[in-house]
């Protein structure tokens, strides 16, 4: 069986302007099998959203070797990287990354149209979804007029519109109550499970880190299994 991702021997440097040079992580390795939920913790800095980025198909500059679906994605061309990052991955990002002139719908849905999905259906889907995510009644505001917590359902809801085979997760209840954060939580190992997702997210707090299978911490640039 081949997993949904194989990263082997990354390595990922940022130049600084002292000519230092940061390096996050030492021949860090990664397996994400299909259907599991991963977790991974780590102080503020570590890396844990540059290493999404890398697993999300939006940073290509680093070392190793990366492999999706058995493809091996470094040499892919910026055409491909889009479609499977369309297809196949959904992003929850740190700063969600909603685009301010669309309206909450329409950022929903937004990642449907651009699968070709028929307008109808999608918009169907996503108004179901942001109905499960407790936001439906906002549907045609635009983000900046939303809370924190309200814009992180919305970037929930369009991580899942396109049912990716792999949706990665930075900080989903980062800006959320103990309630909601419960609800987002459940609701998301519940929706991953039926619709055979896998689920890679990372957070700070440790409940959240025990309910997935596989549970890393990141530290001294290593992942360590816990
Ligand atoms: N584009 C960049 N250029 C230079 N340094 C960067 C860049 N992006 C990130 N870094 C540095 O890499 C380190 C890791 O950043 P990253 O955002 O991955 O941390 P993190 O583990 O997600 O932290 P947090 O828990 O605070 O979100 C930080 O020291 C950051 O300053
Ligand atoms: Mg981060």
Do not use: W
């Not at 009644?137 to 924190?148: Q, R």
């Amino acid at each position: 069986m081949i997993n949904l991702i194989e990263i082997s021997n990354l390595n990922k440097k940022f130049n600084l302007s002292n000519d230092q040079g940061l390096s996050l992580f030492d021949n860090l390795n990664l397996s994400i099998a299909n259907n599991s939920i991963t977790s991974i913790v780590g102080p503020s800095g570590c890396g844990k959203s540059t290493l999404l980025n890398i697993l999300g198909l939006l940073d290509s500059k680093f070392d190793g070797q990366y492999m999706f679906e058995g493809k091996i994605i470094n040499n892919m061309n910026n055409n491909q990287l889009s479609r499977i990052r369309n297809q196949k991955i959904g992003f929850i990002h740190q700063f969600f990354h909603l685009i301010s002139e669309l309206s909450v719908l329409e950022n929903v849905i937004l990642p449907g149209l651009i699968n070709r999905n028929k307008i109808s259906i999608i918009t169907k889907e996503a108004c179901k979804l942001l109905d499960d995510f407790g936001i439906l009644a906002k549907k045609n505001m635009k983000p900046n007029k939303l809370s924190g917590g309200e814009q992180q359902r919305v970037a929930s809801a369009r991580s899942l519109i396109n049912k990716p085979d792999l949706i990665l997760a930075d900080e989903m209840t980062g800006n959320l109550d103990e309630d909601t954060s419960d609800d987002i939580i459940n609701f998301f190992i519940k929706f991953v499970k039926n619709h055979n997702i896998s689920l890679l997210f990372v957070t700070h707090n440790q409940k959240y880190a025990e309910m997935a299978n596989f549970k890393y911490e990141l530290k001294n640039k290593k992942l360590i299994l816990k």
